[in-house]
Structures are given as C-alpha cells and as structure tokens.
C-alpha cells in the first residue's frame, strides 16, 4: 500500500509582540506530527504564552544540524507526516533555517504550505517612510570589513529600496560602510526592537545615522536604504562613471565588458567611459 506524502509547513512566529501570533499557529503547534524549532527553548516559551501542548515530536532545527537533519525529515514528510518548521521570529527560510528543508522537500514533491505571520523586512519597510513599490532583501552583510565594501558596492547603482538585518555591534561600522559606498546623505532608516517594548525607528541620511549608531544601539536591528537616485547622462561626471566600471570589476566583470555596460546605462558613448577609465588608470586611481 502507497503511503500518501505529508505536508511540510512554515510557520511565521511573532518578532517581538507574542499577540501578533497568527490564529493558525496555535492550530499547527498543537497538531503537527513533527515540530521542527530553531531553539526549542524559546519554543517551548512560546507554546506556553499560547497556551498550547504540541502532540508531536519536537526536535531541534538549527544551522549547525540543518544539513544532517534534513534528510530526517524529509523521509517522515514522505512517511506521511505533517512537519512543522519554526524559526525564532518571523518567517522560516528568511535569512533563517528552512530553505534546505523546503528544497529537499519540494524535490520529493511534497506539498509545502506556510502559516503568514510577522516579517521584519516588510515591517521595517512598512515604517521606514522610503519607497515601497520596489525593493530587495539582502540579508545580513559579511563580517569582514573588505567583504562587507565589496558587497555594497554591487548595489551601489540599485535603484530599488534595499533591505538589511544586522547585529548591534556592527551596526556603526556597517552604516560608516553604507555612508562610503552609497553616500554620506543617502537617506536610510534603522529599525530597533520592532513590535517590543523599546521599538524605535531612527530616520535619516547615512552619515547621521552611523553618528548616532557609534553611541551605541542595542537590540535586533532592520536597516532600509533608499535606492540609487536616477541619473542622466550629463550628472554623470568621469569620477562617477569609474566607479560604476570599478563596482561591475569587483563584482567579477572584465574590464572592457563593464566599460560596455556602464557606457549602455548611462546612455554615453562608450569611448566617454574608457577615456575616463585610461585617465583614472593614468592617475593612478584606478
């Protein structure tokens, strides 16, 4: 007899307020055959506040285990059961454990759903008063200062809102970063504690906020960047245009392939980008 596969099931978990826990959580919480948690301490404080008893099995689900327990849990979806997946706050996979499962899982062609609940990316953007029509999540940045330029400056030209998580102690560091790359008053907007007691949000333009960030911040932190300003061909002066072709060399592009494609979006003759570059290389800036 075939055994029908079960259903994997992400659940989005409150960011700070327990009472933003969606109705369904408590539902799948109490009824899944398997709950698979990033701490299953800070599961068992929340299953306590909603006044739920998991029937199922907890196991812990964290990103030194991932990879060995995937398997685990993709043979009991195939056996049948429903496997909750739990991170510690928002929504499973989102720079969180969750997408080595879901990818295991939707090659088995198991059915995967998920329970919406509170997203720090979409709230911060919320809050953030900067443009919300388009934007991209790019997580956390590297640690290491030269990785972490290196990063930036591959989307030093998105026009689209961009999106971060970083750690409180890094934060001046990454915002000073941001000021370098981006520049000094490109307006971003910290967001502190989101839905908890101390929430704030902080507004303002880059090198304002790295000021006020090397006082010191504390708690879990979302920062929102604004896009890259539209411009024209004629704000485009040669300084401007070699470090769109030093940005496209970092991010692994030949030289005469990026001045082709800085040339393109700028709308200039491609012979304007290589004469500035040969005079930047010729100054030895470049």
Known sequence: ???????????????????DAPPRLAEELAGADVVAAEDTRRL????QA????????????????EAA???????????????????????????DPGY????AAVEKDIRVTAVPGPSAVLTALALSGLPVD???????????????????REVAAERRTLVYFEAPHRLDDTLAAMAEVFGTDRRAAVCRE???????????????????AAEGVRGE???????????????????????????REEAGERRKEAIVAVAAEAGLPKREVFDAVVAAKNAGTM
């Open 1 to 19: 007899m075939t055994v029908a596969p079960g259903t994997l099931v992400l659940a989005g978990t409150p960011i700070g307020d327990i009472s």
């Open 44 to 47: 068992r404080r929340l299953t």
């Open 50 to 65: 909603l006044g739920v008893t998991p029937k199922g099995r907890v196991v812990s689900y964290f990103e030194g285990n």
């Open 69 to 95: 327990r995937t398997p685990e849990l993709v043979e009991e979806l195939a056996g049948g059961a429903r496997v909750l997946l739990v991170t510690d706050a928002g929504m499973p996979s989102v720079s």
């Open 100 to 103: 080595r499962l879901v990818a």
């Open 134 to 152: 388009r934007f991209c999540f790019e997580g956390f940045l590297p640690r290491k200062a030269g990785e972490r330029l290196s990063r930036l």
């Open 194 to 212: 989101l839905t908890k007691t101390y929430e704030e949000v902080k507004r303002g333009p880059l090198a304002e906020l790295a000021a006020w």
């Open 221 to 247: 932190i979302t920062v929102v960047v604004e896009g890259a300003p539209e411009k024209g061909p004629e704000e485009l002066d040669a300084a401007e245009l070699v470090r769109r072709v030093r940005v």
